[in-house]
């Protein structure tokens, strides 16, 4: 089995495994489609973290993007992370204990995680114009559907804006998908949308017509579904995290406004009694929050979106 990508002829389409990690992770599922009409390469990936499901729908679904009408060559990994996937794992690959989208660019000697990663950007970026990585928020994590890219970069700032998702962050991050893009000249993107193991059909749908819009804006397909929703730029993303193990109890969901020290949630010890009160670190608009009781120290509470 191969784990290089294919050759695929104008108007042609290829569905298979490519066997990345060869026995030690179940082979990672891709499809290229090449249009009749000469255009730009987009990869598409998803299961980047293997419990974000509606991301890995969304994935599944553009694969299916004829190759009539289409300029250009789409490539799409619906999973990346297979044996995240199949372990239902949260954040991490259980292969190693990493979380896979924090250790890019990968090191093809390294950890499974940093081998899976050097793939994806030896193979996948090296033929990529375009590049979009799909999440869906976590098993214990919901949000506000947002798009980032790095800071800094104009091209990628204008394919965020044209997915239409609520809000566009620009980053400045390390070690993730869109910095090891950026950083060999393809113009990257993540977009986030669902959470907590569910993967809705309005939720899955988002996804889907964002990435069309972004396909668009590429000048690979015609048409595309429009938007009403004004994308709001924020200028950072800023963290609460817990500093005790034990209970989490929020106070906000994600779309809720918060001011600078509001309360946002009770930390208790296993027996209830309160041992941390959190606060938000900034005025803004809560994207992300964590949905499970069971809290660890260093775990992420909310994010809010600031600026």
């Not at 108007?11 to 082979?27: K, Q």
């Not at 899976?116 to 869906?136: E, I, K, M, R």
């Not at 899955?204 to 994308?231: C, F, N, Q, Y």
């Not at 803004?284 to 600026?307: E, H, K, Q, R, Y």
């Amino acid at each position: 089995m191969r784990a290089s990508l294919p050759d695929v002829g104008p108007n042609e389409r290829w569905s298979g495994p490519l066997d990345v990690l060869p026995g030690e992770a179940p082979a990672v599922p891709c499809t290229i489609v090449r249009g009749a009409l000469p255009g730009p390469t987009l990869v598409v990936t998803a299961g980047i973290h293997g419990a974000e499901y509606a991301s890995i729908a969304a994935a599944q679904r553009l694969s299916r993007t004829p190759t009539d009408g289409l300029s250009g060559t789409l490539v799409v990994v619906p999973i990346v992370n297979t044996a995240a996937y199949y372990a239902r794992s949260i954040y991490i690959n259980p292969l190693d204990g990493k979380n896979l989208n924090r250790v890019f660019p990968g090191n093809v000697a390294g950890s499974a995680s940093e081998r899976l990663a050097h793939w994806v950007v030896t193979q996948l970026f090296s033929a990529a114009d375009a590049y979009v990585d799909l999440h869906g928020g976590d098993l214990v994590e919901a949000l506000v559907p947002f798009i980032v890219h790095q800071e800094g970069d104009e091209k990628a700032s204008a394919l965020a804006q044209a997915f239409g998702l609520d809000f566009t962050i620009a980053t400045a991050g390390v070690g993730t998908t869109t910095a090891a893009a950026h950083g060999r000249g393809v113009t990257a993107v993540l977009a986030e949308a669902g959470g907590q193991g569910l993967w809705p059909e309005e939720v899955v749908a988002k996804l889907v017509d964002s990435t069309l819009r972004g396909m668009r804006h590429l000048g690979m397909i015609e048409s595309a579904p429009e938007t009403s929703v004004p994308s709001t730029v924020v200028r950072q993303l800023a963290w609460s995290r817990a500093d005790a193990t034990g209970c989490w109890y929020p106070a906000v969901r994600a779309g809720d406004k918060v001011t600078e020290g509001q309360q946002i949630g009770v930390i208790t010890d296993l027996l209830g009694v309160q041992v941390q009160a959190p606060a938000s670190p900034v005025a803004g608009t809560v994207l992300f929050s964590v949905s499970s009781m069971a809290i660890n120290a260093g775990d992420p509470l909310v994010g809010v979106g600031a600026g």
